[in-house]
């Protein structure tokens, strides 16, 4: 069994509509545990930093914005092999393209707006982790 650790945001879309925890229950439903969460409102300099790898793609400014526009909950999750599994609970990024039962095809809105961030390898999950907690925020 490997235990590891991904990282998750709860995008504007899911905090507007007061799903925050709806979301982490199918979370720790799937077997994931939050080793670590904030709720925080990003700056348009935390966010352009987070996403910079998508600088290039057309919709970049417009993630950006949604992404600055409410707050969003940010997370640690740990699990057995948990960036598969995260990716698993939370579905395809375009929820019409997303399994049923998934987060994205149960709450999603809309590519954009859909509801959760997961990271998409381990070497990301650390550095995003890292983005946003100290090591003493994380409390496996
Ligand atoms: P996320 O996992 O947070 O990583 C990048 C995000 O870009 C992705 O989820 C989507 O929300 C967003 N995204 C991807 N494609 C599009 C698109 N065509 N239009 C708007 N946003 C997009």
Known sequence: MTVTRTFSI???DATRRNLTGAVTKMLEDGGLRVVASKRIHMTK??????YAVHKDRPFFGEL??????EPVVVQALEGE???LRNREIMGATNPAEAAAGTIRKTHALSIGENSVHGS???ENAAIEIAYFFKDSEIVG
């Open 10 to 12: 709860i995008k504007p």
């Open 120 to 122: 998409d390898s381990d």
């Open 81 to 83: 092999n948990a960036v």
């Open 45 to 50: 300099a935390q966010a352009e930093g987070f």
């Open 64 to 69: 950006v914005d949604f992404m600055i526009s």
